[in-house]
């Protein structure tokens, strides 16, 4: 035991935590055997605790991480975040209150439900489900790396306390539901909070204040590079990183699950008021890459061994150990972990969902309501081990990799979910196409730049113009849904298997 | 009203308007500061249309 004080007070808090994840059930209590209960908690969480519940949903460990060491490492490019959780705002106001009322309407749980209903094909559905599941699995893999990091810059050995964090998880996944993320989530955003306005306090401070850490950056990094002739450069690779982001965000399931657990439309139409709140915490986090710059901690000897081990990963984890007493430095590893058990149980719940309304029940046999929860809470538990697995036998930059490609693959549901909200103009297997066509060419792209950019040069009418391979891609993929979808309604209109109302949609 | 949406857009991804690093602010280089700036404005311009268009009392 390296610190032990900061071991003490992370080991308490997460105890504390996990016991609220095993009471949580009791709260606001419901039929536990029903998967509404148990996998959407009801549809009753309010402005406040959706707040929370779809806070802790996206911002996570793996961004309070990750977002830090791109900018450690890489710079400016890294401030994608800020504009991202900004524009990801308008697309939640205008989609999702409707996507909800359509949920709650007819009984669905899950956006490929919506998606099936909406065009009676359940082949387009099982393209989403099988997008969103494997979008999902690199990203509850890398929400324990998250906490591995946190956990290794403490010196707790191995492998054993992340088992021991993750059995626990898929236990009270199991008895309370989402109940017990978004009770969690509460915790877990006040200790964020303490600890952001805590470092911004005491770390410039130390440091001599803001100008004089951003004096110590590299000149070249502070800034993106002023695009050479011909070419619109770093501009369009940061704005469509930001935009292409913010459009596959609440596409994920567990972002979907966190959205249709609201009890209104009203409630997910505040949050889009409330939630950029946020966004200004992510953007104070995200400079402490450059706080970790300016305080040298990559060539104090203390912390070699953690960035061999942990590369730019290890920036945030360093900096706060170098700048807080050790007490503190235990809270807020505490938070970071409990960032991470946040969506990693409401993913694992969104998979479930997704596996027993859009897998099981309609690929292999109907169920009643108690065996339907029974089986989703067993599949929440396998993705739990799945996750572990992927990280104690894969090499991390295969989750890395997975993560890079999930967000191009998911964006791909984009026109399926969110056209579908305001038009039924698109055909069930014209969108079926362009999904197809969009993941393929995601994928090749991302190959040809060996899984490691998100960011490929397209080359236009003798103009360069680099763009998040997402972004680029789900146009495409919009396209041809468009143009397939006029010959097939003229064809082979789908339009009688529409099971949702116009009046839904008003 | 729902074009002050747009606005959200206009204002958060006009990259080549915000890539400077003067003037600073509290030794903020503009590039940051703007962007931090841009998410009180934008929740702002949201919440005009969710007053405009929100029915209940």
């Known amino acids: 035991m390296t610190y032990p004080a900061a071991t003490i007070v992370f080991l308490v808090l997460i105890a504390a935590v996990i016991v609220l994840g095993f009471t949580a059930g009791r709260w606001k209590a419901g039929d536990m055997s029903h998967i509404e209960e148990w996998g959407l908690g009801g549809r009753r969480f309010g402005t406040w605790v959706s707040w929370f519940l779809i806070g802790g949903d996206i911002y996570t460990a793996y961004t309070f991480i990750a977002i830090p060491a791109l900018i450690f490492g890489a710079g400016a490019i890294g401030f994608f975040a800020v504009p991202y959780t900004i524009v990801c705002y308008p697309f939640l106001y205008l989609i999702f209150p409707k996507l909800w009322r359509i949920a709650q309407r007819h009984g669905y749980i899950t956006g490929p439900e919506f998606v099936r209903g909406r065009y009676g094909n359940r082949w387009l559905a099982l393209a989403i489900v099988v997008t969103g599941i494997f979008a999902t699995m690199p990203y509850i893999a890398l929400q324990l790396v998250g906490m591995q990091t946190v956990i290794g810059a403490l010196g707790l050995p191995g492998h054993i306390p992340l088992i021991t964090a993750f059995a626990v998880l898929a236990a009270f996944t199991y008895t309370s539901g989402l109940r017990a993320p978004a009770m969690i989530s509460i915790v877990k955003d006040l200790l964020i909070y303490l600890t952001v306005i805590a470092a911004i306090i005491v770390i410039p401070a130390e440091l001599g204040g803001f100008g004089a850490i951003f004096a110590k950056v590299n000149p070249a990094k502070l800034l993106l590079t002023t695009p050479p002739a011909g070419s619109s450069g770093a501009y369009t690779g940061y704005a469509t990183l930001a935009l292409g982001s913010a459009m596959a965000l609440f596409l994920y399931p567990h972002a979907t699950t966190g959205i249709l657990s609201a009890s209104g439309e009203r409630v997910i139409r505040r949050n889009a008021v409330l939630l950029p709140a946020y966004s200004i915490m992510l953007a104070l986090l995200a400079l402490l890459g450059f706080m970790a710059v300016a305080a040298g901690v990559a060539s104090n000897p203390l912390f070699a061994a953690g960035f061999k081990h942990y590369g730019p990963s290890f920036a945030v984890p360093a900096l706060i150990l170098a700048s807080f007493p050790a007490w503190f430095a235990g809270i807020a590893f505490g938070a970071i972990a409990i960032g991470a058990l946040v969506p990693a149980a409401i993913m694992a719940i969104a998979s479930a969902n997704i596996f027993i309304r859009d897998i099981f029940s309609q690929f292999f046999a109907k169920t009643g309501a108690g065996r339907e929860t029974f089986i989703a809470k067993l599949f929440a538990i396998f993705m739990i081990i799945g996750a572990v697995a992927f990280i104690l036998f894969i090499p991390l930059t295969y989750a890395v990799q997975l993560q890079l490609l999930g967000g191009m693959w998911i964006i791909q549901t984009f026109p399926a979910i969110a056209f579908s909200v305001f038009t039924r103009f698109f055909n069930g297997w014209a969108l079926l196409a362009g999904w197809a066509v969009g993941i393929a060419t995601a994928t090749w792209l991302a190959a040809l730049n060996h899984f490691a950019g998100a960011i490929y040069p397209f080359h236009i009418l003798g103009i360069t113009l680099p763009s998040y391979i997402a972004f680029a891609t789900v146009l495409l993929n919009a396209a041809i849904a468009t143009l397939l979808s006029l010959p097939l309604n003229a064809l082979a209109s789908d339009r009688a298997g529409d099971e949702t109302n116009a009046a839904d949609y008003a | ?57």
């Open chain 2, 1 to 57: 009203m729902r074009l002050l949406l747009l606005l959200v857009f206009v204002i958060a991804l006009a990259v080549p308007v915000f890539n400077r690093a003067a003037p600073a602010l509290f030794g903020f280089p503009f590039f940051y500061w703007y962007q931090i700036a841009a998410i009180p404005v934008s929740s702002a311009l949201i919440y005009l249309v969710f007053r405009a268009e929100d029915r209940e009392p």
